[in-house]
């Protein structure tokens, strides 16, 4: 069967089916989901067996059921007769918050600490350089604990909080600072800034143009940011200039108005920002490097001045070595924020581990959590990957 | 020679021109103060900005953290409660706390007498990895070294060669239930261990995302995505929590094991990118060679790619080796005392609890010594590779 | 900011000239006493083994190094820290680099108006004019949507020659400009490097191609060892080598 004799008495060897690799491969593909589902099935089955025996319920019915527990954090109104789902939902606000603002502050450090390091000032990048060499060699818990403790131990009481800067404070009750007050001037002020944007824009493109047809440059940048800022002040002016922030005020042993940031919520964005910035940092100052020195000549030679050099020739190139990086890190503030159970600030892992330990349905709580990370983490890579396919240089 | 000859006439060198100094002005001190710190007007701003923090902030520090601290019982009959007013009445440092606690703090609950197998277990641990790094030691023979000394660390702090269900005692050792291993022995092995087994482990993940069958590479894909897109905490209360659930009554891991079955997986996602990474950058010549001469596929991967490869990714799997030994500083989570819950364990004790930041910036020291010299190393071994394929 | 009165009819019209300049690296001294002068129409090749300064030299003249002593005057302009200065050379001087430094996320096209557009400040239309112009030239306008990356080496370094010509220079330097290509699309690129030449503009060309300098230079420059040995026209200076240094160049390059 395996061998073909021809006409002239040579064999020739077809070969078993045993050994053809498509087939071989189906085996092998075979045998191994079968393993699979089978340690699946026994998982399964011991799981539902145990919790038959101690009485817990499987499913996510508990969902509906009163919470019971009350949440110290609450963005979104809450109390604890509302039920679970609602107190998950806290607890994702809860994440979402420190998490979004952790990214925008720890990219605005990040870059500056990033570009200081390639200062030409030896004081500068070597201080730059020793922020991010100690950041990122301690553990982020150890940080978090540190910034928790310097906020709840040792700032002062209310009555002998820091005054750093006029309007905020800060205490061991957390960091006070002015909120703006509900005047509908500044929806006008809002909008003036929105228009002027606009204008901005139109701006923009009116120099573009007329840079093309006559070669004159224009600012166009410096004249769209004094727009930018100048329109909504004259709006601000013209309706009469009130008092636009609500200034903390002691009253008694605490606050009152302005926004508090709680001493929890404190501690984590200062520990994030800190800890990812020096990340970001050094992904901001490979990207600047990975640029090769030879474009910088070539732009010098000739005859292009640095300003230009830098927005048309190094930031584009740097920009797609920078950016996917970036989101990882992005996804790691995310991630990181679980960490928050460490310090008490009720974000969803930690409220999730609250109504596990309460229903005892561990499993449907784990899951829903690790799911809500899951979703995040495959949006953002799926993102990333369509701004990699766009953004790739051609080449041959 | 000075400039006599015509510029543009045929011309010849009658002798070789010295070399010189180079003009004082350009080089030295003081040329290397004006180019680095004054060289532009917001540079010299910058420079005096930061001159003024330093005199302002780095005294003081210096004499909290050095001059002034209580470093310890003033006579050795103070009670800790003296130690702790007296601490509270000075202005420094509260070392004292480290003093009091360090054995806690680097042990854990291990009994006192006992403390020589631990010490013993991070030593060949150390030892192990420190070699791991010269180059002359990488081979066969290194894996036998890691397997042999882990399970020999494990002995020694246990007290008998744990093999699942059953031990084999060693004599003159005493049993130390894992509920009372801590502290730093703790941290190391936690990381080393789950280094040692993640490894191989990601190997076969790594090779199964880039397999031609699909199954196989759906469920690696899969098991990487998921469990890199999940923090670390949710995986290590997965394992602590879901293991009891999943397994047969009667069954049971304890919470060190839980703990380090979940640090192998997660660990194991992310070694299975830096390999993927290292994988990738081999040309397709080598795989075609391979071919050619007839190799079989496991064949090809042992002697040819996985030795490239695997090389080439060293400095990120040192990265990848750094993070873990910091995340397993969440293990608190879960019920264990590593080095920063040891210290943390040390805190409750009510009357030391104000001194959070000596404790912590203890850890830290620890932490960044640690992890310092490794990321020193690692970048040493990515000179010393990218020497060897620079292009000119 | 140096002005010397303008030359009289018959002096020889000098476009660069460098005085006893020296250059060191930290402590290395890599340029020792140069001493050259350029007139205008004048093709120079410099030659010379590697680390004798030849690259740097020619770095020197568009100040992307820095000379230590000596002054070099490009254009009847001082190269000093002076940025007035430095730009205004850099409008005049021109140069070709070995890796070509074409920038990747621009096209061809963008490459060659983006100096003219920014710098002489030239309207889009007529700058993209002659940017298809030049490209015409080094005969490859049909390349001008492309990207650098689709292109191959040698068109590379057509387009990059493309694009110091935009800029209609007054001086070209080359450095070592076919030393990155592989050897079939030399030709094409020295062709191009001829044609330039038979116009009249002025040129100093790092390399090692030797046929280059028989066809077209009216001068040979042998450096070593930071210092200009030789330097004599194109048949002396490759039949009757003077010195034994440039013999024993001479005689490692020209052996095959």
Redesign the interface.
């Known amino acids: 069967m395996t061998m073909d004799v021809a006409a002239a008495g040579t064999a020739v060897r077809r070969g078993s089916a045993f050994n053809d690799p498509r087939l071989r491969s189906i085996f092998y593909q075979a045998v191994l989901l079968l393993v699979v589902i089978g340690i699946g099935w026994f998982l399964v089955s011991n799981l539902i067996h145990n919790r038959e025996v101690r009485g817990i319920a499987t499913g996510y019915g508990f969902l509906n059921r009163e919470a019971g527990f009350a949440i110290a954090e609450t963005p979104i109104s809450y109390t604890p007769s509302d039920p679970y789902s609602r107190a998950f939902l806290v607890g994702l606000v809860n994440t979402l918050k420190v998490s979004i603002l952790g990214i925008i502050l720890a990219t605005l450090l990040g870059v500056v600490v990033g570009v200081s390091r390639l200062s030409s000032n030896w004081l500068v990048a070597k201080l730059a350089a020793g922020y991010v060499d100690l950041v990122r060699n301690i553990p982020l818990t150890v940080q978090l604990l540190l910034w928790a403790g310097l906020i709840r131990v040792s700032a002062p009481a209310p009555r002998q909080a820091a005054n750093p800067v006029p309007g905020v404070f800060i205490s061991n009750r957390g960091i006070q600072v002015p909120s703006i007050e509900n005047n509908p001037i500044f929806l006008w002020v809002v909008i003036a800034a929105l228009v002027a944007l606009v204008i901005g824009w139109g701006i923009a493109r009116w120099a573009r143009q007329r840079q093309a047809a006559t070669g004159q440059p224009f600012h166009s940048f410096w004249v769209g940011l004094a727009l930018f800022i100048g329109l909504p002040l004259v709006v601000w002016l013209a309706g009469g200039a009130p008092a636009a922030f609500e200034i903390p005020e002691l009253k008694g042993f605490n606050f009152q108005g302005g926004w508090t940031l709680s001493p929890e919520f404190a501690a984590m964005l200062l520990g994030l920002t800190v800890y990812t910035a020096s990340f970001i940092a050094e992904i901001v100052r490979g990207g600047i490097l990975a640029v090769s020195h030879g474009q910088t000549e070539a732009a010098r030679a000739l005859g292009l001045h640095s300003g230009v050099t830098l927005r048309r020739i190094i930031l584009p190139q740097a920009l797609r070595m920078i950016i996917p990086p970036m989101t990882s890190q992005y996804l790691n503030i995310t991630k990181n924020s679980s960490l928050a159970v460490v310090i008490g600030y009720p974000e969803l892992v930690s409220i999730g581990n609250t109504i596990g330990n309460q229903t005892g349905q561990v499993v449907e709580a784990i899951s829903i959590f690790m799911a809500v990370y899951l979703f995040i983490s495959l949006s953002i890579s799926i993102g990333m990957n369509v701004y990699n396919r766009r953004m790739s240089l051609r080449e041959r | ?1 000075a ?1 006599t ?1 015509s ?2 006439e ?4 009658t002798q ?2 010295p ?5 004082g002005s ?2 030295g001190p003081i040329a290397w103060v004006r ?3 004054f ?2 007007w917001y ?1 010299i701003v ?2 005096a900005v ?2 003024y923090l330093a005199i302002r902030l780095i005294p003081p520090f210096i004499s909290w953290a050095f001059i002034d601290p209580v470093w310890g019982p003033a006579t050795p009959d103070q009670t800790p409660a003296d130690v702790v007013a007296a601490c509270r009445a000075a202005t420094g440092a509260c070392w004292a706390f480290v003093n009091e606690k360090y054995r806690l703090i680097f042990f854990g609950l291990y009994p006192f007498d006992e403390y020589w197998r631990p010490i013993l277990a991070m030593l060949i641990l150390l030892g192990l990895a420190v070699s791991s790094t010269v180059r002359r030691f990488w081979g066969k023979r290194l894996i036998v070294a890691w397997v042999v000394v882990i399970v020999a660390a494990i002995t020694l702090m246990y007290g008998a060669i744990p093999l699942g269900f059953l031990d084999i005692p060693i004599p003159g050792l005493t049993l130390v239930e894992t509920g009372k291993w801590g502290g730093l022995p703790l941290t190391m092995g936690l990381s080393m261990i789950g280094l040692a087994l993640a490894f191989p482990f990601s190997i076969l993940l790594a090779l199964g995302r880039r397999s ?5 590479r759906t ?1 690696c894909v899969t098991y990487i ?2 469990v ?7 995986v290590l ?2 394992a602590s ?2 293991f ?6 009667g069954w049971n891991f304890n919470y060190l094991l839980r703990a380090q079955v979940a640090i192998i997986m997660f660990t194991a996602a992310y070694l299975a990118e830096v390999v993927r990474g290292g994988l990738q950058s081999i040309p397709k010549g080598q795989f075609e060679a391979a071919d050619s001469l007839g190799l079989s596929y496991w064949q090809k991967q042992r002697l040819i790619i996985l030795p490239q490869a695997l090389r080439i990714s060293i400095p990120a799997l040192v990265n990848t080796f ?1 993070g873990s030994f ?2 397993t ?2 293990v ?2 879960v019920g264990l005392f590593d080095l ?1 819950g040891a210290a ?1 364990l040390g805190l409750s004790d009510s009357i030391w609890g ?1 001194f ?2 000596e404790a ?2 203890f ?2 020291l620890l ?2 010594v640690f ?2 010299s490794m ?1 020193k190393y690692s970048q040493h071994l990515e000179r010393y590779l990218n020497i060897g394929t620079r292009r000119r | 900011m140096a002005a010397t009165p303008a030359p009289a009819a018959t002096e020889p019209d000098v476009l660069i000239q460098m005085s006893g300049v020296n250059k060191w690296y930290g402590e290395f001294h890599v340029l020792r006493d140069i001493n050259l002068a350029v007139e205008r129409g004048e093709k120079v090749v410099i030659c010379g083994p590697s680390g004798s300064g030849k690259s740097t030299l020619i770095r020197c003249l568009n100040r992307l190094e820095e000379h230590q002593k000596g002054s070099i005057i490009v254009d009847k302009i001082e190269l000093t820290n002076d940025v007035k200065n430095i730009d205004a050379i850099r409008r005049e001087v021109g140069m070709v680099f070995q890796q070509f430094n074409l920038f990747p996320h621009l096209t061809v096209l963008e490459n060659l108006t983006l100096a003219p557009i920014w710098v002489r400040k030239i309207p889009k239309k007529e700058a993209e004019e002659t940017a298809m112009y030049f490209l015409g030239r080094v005969k490859i306008p049909e390349q001008a949507g492309k990207y650098p990356g689709q292109l191959s080496g040698g068109q590379q370094q057509r387009v990059a020659i493309a694009r110091s010509l935009c800029m209609k220079p007054k001086i070209l330097l080359f450095d070592e400009p076919t030393s990155a290509l592989d050897p079939e699309m030399i030709k094409e690129v020295l062709d191009v490097m001829i044609e330039l030449a038979r116009e009249g503009i002025t040129m100093i060309c790092v390399t090692h191609e030797m046929g280059f300098a028989r066809t077209v230079a009216n001068r040979v420059i042998f450096m070593d060892r930071g210092q200009i040995v030789e330097q004599n026209e194109p048949e002396e200076f490759f039949k009757n080598p003077k010195s034994d240094r440039t013999k024993l160049f001479l005689s490692q390059i020209l052996a095959h």
């Open positions: 020679m400039a000859h510029f543009t045929p011309f010849v060198a070789e021109i070399a010189e100094p180079p003009p350009t080089t180019q680095n710190l060289s532009t540079n910058l420079t930061i001159a031609n069958m699909p199954a196989i469920l995505e998921l890199r897109g999940v923090p670390l905490i949710t209360f997965m929590v879901m009891p659930l999943f397994l047969p009554e750094i910091m995340d500083t969440l608190i989570m920063l943390r104000p959070y930041k912590y910036l850890v830290s932490f960044f992890c310092f990321s």
